[in-house]
């Protein structure tokens, strides 16, 4: 299957409820060689809106944190579990992401991603393990077939509790270095 196709099916899809409420189906967006790949949970109202991921204010403050580290946002590529939006921005449904997770598998396999964040704890339950604790467990480090895998918080949840800030911009430095150590 090429890109192409995956977004096509993924814009026709009607494998849960969630199409009928949706404006667009929010597939993704960037490189599509990029050795790293962000994996939030669903699409919120502003990315509904657009048909991109991460474009609201959670999205620039991930923006923010890529540049201080030194991360292009065109090197990489940005998707959620869900392609479409919930009601009301509620935590996804498992049937929901049941329903999603194809695309996001399939996606993987195009991309082939040497590194995989998971922005925040809902993602992380689905792709590092599910009993995964954000707060105790960000910035640790997986490794699945291959691809190494960490957590770090939801900018969403920092323009909620600007405390765990700093805790971000250590997990995306941590980010970086592992990024420049498959360069050497």
Same mark, same amino acid.
């Given at each position: +299957?090429?890109?192409?196709?995956? &977004?096509?099916?993924? #814009?026709?899809?009607?494998?849960?409820?969630?199409?009928? #409420?949706?404006?667009?189906?929010? $597939?993704?967006?960037?490189?599509?060689?990029? &050795?790293?790949? $962000?994996?939030g949970e669903a699409p919120g109202e502003r990315e509904d809106a657009?048909? +991109?991921? $991460? %474009?609201?204010?959670?999205?620039?403050?991930?923006? /923010?944190?890529?540049?201080?580290?030194?991360?292009?946002?065109?090197?990489?590529?940005?998707?959620?579990?869900?392609?479409? &939006? =919930?009601? *009301?921005?509620?935590? =996804?449904?498992? @049937?929901?992401?049941? @329903?999603?997770?194809?695309?996001?598998? !399939?996606? %993987?396999?195009?991309?082939?991603? *040497?590194?995989?964040v998971c922005l925040g704890r809902i993602s992380a339950m689905r792709?590092?393990?599910?009993? $995964?604790?954000? #707060? /105790?467990e960000h910035g640790v480090w997986f490794e699945r077939a291959g691809?190494? +895998?960490?957590?770090?918080?939801?900018?969403?949840?920092?323009?909620?509790?600007?405390?765990?800030? !700093?805790? +971000?911009?250590?997990?995306?430095?941590? %980010?970086?270095?592992?990024?420049? @150590?498959?360069? !050497?």
């Amino acid at each position: +299957m090429t890109w192409d196709e995956l &977004r096509a099916e993924c #814009t026709a899809c009607t494998r849960c409820p969630l199409h009928e #409420t949706r404006n667009n189906c929010v $597939f993704g967006a960037g490189s599509e060689k990029a &050795r790293l790949l $962000f994996v939030g949970e669903a699409p919120g109202e502003r990315e509904d809106a657009t048909g +991109m991921p $991460f %474009v609201g204010a959670a999205g620039q403050l991930l923006d /923010r944190y890529l540049e201080a580290v030194g991360i292009e946002r065109s090197d990489v590529y940005i998707t959620n579990v869900l392609k479409c &939006r =919930p009601p *009301k921005n509620r935590d =996804p449904l498992p @049937a929901e992401e049941d @329903a999603c997770l194809p695309f996001l598998r !399939e996606q %993987v396999r195009l991309l082939r991603p *040497k590194i995989i964040v998971c922005l925040g704890r809902i993602s992380a339950m689905r792709l590092i393990k599910p009993d $995964f604790k954000i #707060t /105790r467990e960000h910035g640790v480090w997986f490794e699945r077939a291959g691809v190494r +895998m960490c957590a770090v918080y939801h900018p969403s949840l920092l323009l909620r509790d600007p405390r765990k800030r !700093e805790d +971000m911009y250590t997990d995306m430095k941590a %980010v970086k270095a592992e990024l420049d @150590a498959l360069a !050497e």
